[in-house]
């Protein structure tokens, strides 16, 4: 069973400093890994996503690579926003026995870009 | 596109009753997902659908719980009875490439 850990839960951090959130999964024979983001009392908003062959993807201020073999994943944030507060969630998908690709959620890390 | 579309946003409602969340995934989407997020387990996958097909239902908890897609436009989750222990926000999702869009979620309260 595929298990997705994300430490830490929350972190904070003074604006315009570069950050690294870390997540990691415990069977690498993954599909792809995306990292969502979520305001309080919204849904999740896709922010990048790996797939299996690739190492890294990247998104204005944001970068985010892929380590199968390890089992991790980090979220590269530069610049630091207030905006950028929110939580963050990495997913690690699997191809489930039903043929479906099965997305695992971290508990995510909580973010707070200090102004 | 407006995006995937959940009602309600917000539902209250006691023990016992049957509750119906409803789901609009975005135009052209294959695939529509129903997921619970409480602060105790997080996010779960609860069904997925394909082309309006139920393909993976083993996270719907128990019998009480049911789903369907009766057409590509619409979707819905039905809990009857209600329970306390089902009090959650439950987030409708849909893709077509892998990538999930997500509804902002209806937040239910069994009292």
């Known amino acids: 069973k595929q298990e997705v850990t994300q430490i830490p839960a929350a972190l904070s951090v003074p604006e315009g400093e570069n950050l690294v959130l870390n997540c990691s999964f415990t069977?690498?024979?993954?599909?792809?890994l995306q990292w969502f983001r979520q305001d309080p009392g919204k849904g999740l908003t896709s922010l990048l996503l790996i797939q299996s062959s690739q190492r890294e993807q990247t998104s204005g201020r944001l970068n985010a690579s892929l380590d199968k073999s390890s089992g991790r994943s980090t979220l590269y944030i530069a610049a630091s926003q207030p905006g950028d507060s929110a939580t963050y969630l990495c997913a690690a998908g699997l191809i489930s026995n039903f043929g479906n690709e099965k997305l695992t959620f971290g508990t995510g890390t909580r973010l707070t870009i200090i102004p | 596109d407006a995006g995937v579309i959940q009602s309600p946003r917000h539902e209250v409602t006691e023990m016992g009753q049957e509750v119906t969340l409803r789901c609009k995934p975005i135009?052209?989407?294959?695939?529509l997902f129903w997921y619970r997020q409480t602060m105790m387990r997080g996010l779960e996958l609860l069904i997925y659908f394909n082309n309006n097909v139920p393909i993976d239902d083993s996270g719907m908890p128990e019998d009480r719980f049911s789903a369907k897609m009766p057409n590509a436009s619409f979707s819905t989750l039905k809990i009857q009875p209600s329970e306390p222990r089902d009090s959650a926000v439950y987030f409708c999702?849909?893709?077509?490439?892998?990538?999930?869009?997500f509804g902002e979620g209806s937040r239910l309260t069994v009292l």
């Open positions: 069977d690498s024979a993954i599909y792809n």
């Open positions: 135009s052209g989407h294959n695939s």
């Open positions: 999702a849909s893709s077509f490439t892998g990538e999930l869009f």
